[in-house]
């Protein structure tokens, strides 16, 4: 007779990522690689402004054809300063993320670039915004039944970022002021100050 034993894996969290201020933006390589560089490099700057450490990076689901496959790009913020030392790619456990950013209303429905689902590693309470002609109760439903997110309470706001801006890096950055607390929109024009784009100010502002 053989007897079955139910192993429960090991998953490693880490706590001292979870005390810093995280946010994850989910794109496609090359449709929106351009933008989630500009969005996630103004944002970081964002943070310095207010006198926070920052960094930005990213990582893709290494592939042959690079063409529209999964791309993640982070921002995280120090409370001011970030004590540890970052590794090279995030894995999406725990409870680190405190904004999700959807370039593509893909992912609403297909997992990410590290093979996850959209919510995995993020803080219960974390803002979703999503580039998007769907209503915000539209995406609550997908994302309640595709991915798992049926213990998410965060708040989530939509935007078709194309109609405001064919660079839609900008009012992407202008709805998660509106969204998130953590950046606002004074931080976000001093940083369009310093990167030479204050022509942008009104896409952010209409974001």
């Given at each position: 007779m053989v007897?079955?034993?139910k192993i429960k894996p090991h998953i490693e969290r880490y706590p001292e990522y979870e005390k810093l201020d995280w946010v994850?933006?989910?794109g496609l390589g090359v449709d929106h690689t351009s933008d989630m560089m500009t969005f996630t490099s103004t944002l970081a700057q964002a943070g310095a402004a207010k006198g926070l450490e920052a960094y930005y990076y990213m990582r893709y689901d290494d592939s042959p054809e690079r063409n529209y496959i999964p791309m993640i790009f982070y921002?995280?913020?120090?409370?001011?300063?970030?004590?540890?030392?970052?590794?090279?790619?995030?894995?999406?456990?725990?409870?680190?993320?405190?904004?999700?950013?959807?370039?593509?209303?893909?992912?609403?429905?297909?997992?990410?670039?590290q093979r996850a689902l959209l919510f995995d590693g993020a803080k219960k309470d974390a803002v979703l915004l999503v580039n998007t002609s769907l209503t915000p109760d539209d995406v609550v439903r997908l994302v309640k039944k595709y991915n798992l997110a049926q213990d998410w309470f965060g708040k989530v706001a939509t935007i078709n970022a194309a109609k405001i801006d064919k660079s839609i890096a900008y009012p992407l950055l202008g709805a998660l002021a509106a969204s998130w607390p953590k950046i606002d929109l004074d931080a976000i024009y001093t940083a369009l100050e310093v990167l030479g784009k204050t022509d942008k100010k009104e896409s952010v502002k209409r974001g």
């Amino acid at each position: 007779m053989v007897k079955l034993v139910k192993i429960k894996p090991h998953i490693e969290r880490y706590p001292e990522y979870e005390k810093l201020d995280w946010v994850v933006a989910h794109g496609l390589g090359v449709d929106h690689t351009s933008d989630m560089m500009t969005f996630t490099s103004t944002l970081a700057q964002a943070g310095a402004a207010k006198g926070l450490e920052a960094y930005y990076y990213m990582r893709y689901d290494d592939s042959p054809e690079r063409n529209y496959i999964p791309m993640i790009f982070y921002v995280v913020f120090g409370t001011p300063k970030i004590p540890v030392l970052l590794h090279e790619e995030v894995e999406p456990i725990g409870e680190i993320f405190n904004a999700i950013v959807v370039f593509s209303s893909n992912f609403l429905v297909q997992k990410t670039a590290q093979r996850a689902l959209l919510f995995d590693g993020a803080k219960k309470d974390a803002v979703l915004l999503v580039n998007t002609s769907l209503t915000p109760d539209d995406v609550v439903r997908l994302v309640k039944k595709y991915n798992l997110a049926q213990d998410w309470f965060g708040k989530v706001a939509t935007i078709n970022a194309a109609k405001i801006d064919k660079s839609i890096a900008y009012p992407l950055l202008g709805a998660l002021a509106a969204s998130w607390p953590k950046i606002d929109l004074d931080a976000i024009y001093t940083a369009l100050e310093v990167l030479g784009k204050t022509d942008k100010k009104e896409s952010v502002k209409r974001g």
